[in-house]
């Protein structure tokens, strides 16, 4: 891996939430653990004038209330001496030749390294890349490198996806791209490659043969509170489905890849990618909760989903007739990630159906991935019940990452994702074939809702599990939600 003389990491719109919540406390993460290089330096670019001191104070702030760290401790004050600040306007050329400016000043004469990270609005992405190019800024030179982290959404559909991707790659080179999705970075979403690829138990069950479908729920507590103007216009599945939940899909489905060499990596995740089917809107459901559309800032007659499901399918060998069920939405009861891997039935009960009542309580064997919180995994299995009678009883295996990696705290993935940028490691980074082919999964669902004789989203309550109807589609299916 590259390393430079001089490292920085320019933090465009470091005064947002993003950049208080997750980037600064990752940065501050890494240069605890010694993995910031040395001389590395941190730049924060903004509209507004502010001296560096103000913005130390405002992360310090940030980080102590938001990021769930102390930004008082004498660390803090030490790391914080290495973020400079420079205000200026994204869509200004001379302002980029200013920012150039100012970090060749500290650079010095040896290699450099520079990180972009775009923390600002989506629709200003273009916009930020091409005067990077203009100002000359994405040029890479013998042992200097330059890379640009893109956060998600990329692009508002399959279409815009690719203006986009016109945009970034007229001023930077495919491998300079680090287009990131957090869920991709979690230590348990990582871990499925691990587990399925470190582990010889399970790869010859997983497949049509025995497994009989598959559930992704990514349910979350909270509303939209806050997000409202970027929420509306955004929705559950751009928000959710395109991005974390299709990554997560592709790990559980993927071909054992080569190697785990980045691009074989993503090879495998395009191809699987590619051979999801796309739902049919009987297939799917989406939904609102109640009192959405009363929230300040929401369109009058909003049809924004909060909440979706839908069922999908896999075009491929190993996955033919194994339906995939997807749900994710805000404003439910709880927060909660996880896979549920439900495995087919015994061909042929020798005990349990036909008995009484008790002992005909036959439930599928499941795998059940808790990617968070309480991460873990579990195993379900049938029992006899002890004492005579042919009583059975379903029970689990457990393994929980709290009491077997006591005292080792689960990174953010940030930490993990910001640390392979420095690394220049880009296998946990979406590569612009596999943004593509998870939009041709979604785009033709958004287009049938967005038809104005598309019945209005379903509602549900606040602090429910969700709507009726996504229940209802798996009974139509002769399945239903499984707790993990
Ligand atoms: C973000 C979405 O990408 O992921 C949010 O924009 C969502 O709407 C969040 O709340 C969920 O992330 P996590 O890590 O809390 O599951």
């Known amino acids: ?35 910031l290089p040395e001389s590395t330096r941190i730049v924060g670019f903004a509209r507004r004038e502010r001296s560096d001191e103000e913005v130390r104070e405002l992360l310090r702030e940030g980080v102590t209330s938001v990021g769930g760290m102390d930004g008082h401790l004498p660390e803090w004050d030490e790391f914080a001496r290495g973020i400079t600040y420079i205000s200026g306007d994204l869509t200004d050329t001379d302002d980029y030749r200013k920012l150039d400016a100012h970090l060749t000043a500290f650079e010095g004469s040896g290699s450099t390294g520079r990180i972009y990270y775009l923390s600002v609005a989506p629709n200003l992405y273009a916009r930020c890349v091409t005067e990077l190019g203009a100002a000359g800024m994405s040029r890479e030179n013998g042992e200097d490198w330059r890379r640009v982290i893109i956060e998600k959404p990329f692009g508002n559909d399959g279409v815009s996806a690719a203006a986009l991707d016109r945009d970034v790659q007229a001023v930077f080179d495919e491998s300079q791209v680090y287009r990131i999705d957090h869920y991709v970075g979690k230590e348990t979403v990582q871990n499925l490659l691990y587990f399925r690829f470190l582990n010889s138990i399970f790869e010859p069950l997983w497949n049509r043969n025995y497994i009989e479908s598959v559930q992704i729920s990514a349910l979350e507590e909270v509303g939209v509170e806050g997000r409202v103007d970027f929420y509306d216009q955004t929705g559950v599945v751009r928000d959710m489905f395109q991005n974390h939940l299709l990554q997560v899909l592709a790990m559980i489905a993927m071909e054992p890849p080569n190697s785990i060499d980045a691009d074989a990596l993503r090879n495998e995740k395009t191809k699987v990618l590619q051979a999801i089917r796309c739902p049919e809107p009987e297939h799917a459901v989406r939904a609102q909760y109640e009192g959405y559309t009363s929230l300040p800032g929401v369109a009058p007659g909003s049809t924004t989903p909060t909440y979706a499901a839908m069922m999908l399918r896999i075009d491929n060998w190993r996955w033919q007739g194994v339906p995939f069920f997807l749900r994710s939405g805000k404003a439910l009861s709880t927060k909660s990630t996880e896979v549920v891997i439900q495995f087919r039935e015994p061909p042929h009960l ?3 159906a036909g008995q009484d009542s008790e002992a005909a309580r036959i439930e599928p064997n499941i795998l059940a991935l808790r990617l968070q919180p309480d991460e873990g995994m579990h195993l379900r299995f049938m029992s006899k019940v002890p004492g005579g009678g042919t009583a059975t009883r379903p029970v689990d295996m457990r393994f929980n990452y709290d009491d077997t990696f006591e005292g080792q705290a689960i990174p953010d993935s940030y930490v993990q994702l910001l640390d392979d940028v420095l690394r220049g490691d880009p296998s946990l980074f979406t590569r612009s074939d596999n943004i593509h082919a998870a939009w041709a999964v979604v785009d033709p669902l958004l287009e049938a809702w967005n038809d104005g004789n598309a019945p209005p989203p379903a509602l549900y309550r606040v602090g429910s599990d969700g709507p009726s109807q996504a229940d209802a589609m798996l009974a139509n299916e002769g399945q239903r939600w499984l707790p993990g």
């Open 1 to 35: 891996m590259q390393s430079a003389d001089a490292t920085t990491i320019v933090i465009f719109g470091i005064t947002g939430d993003l950049a208080a919540r997750k980037l600064l406390p990752a940065l501050f993460n890494l240069a605890c653990l010694g993995r």
């Open 350 to 352: 020798l005990m349990g």
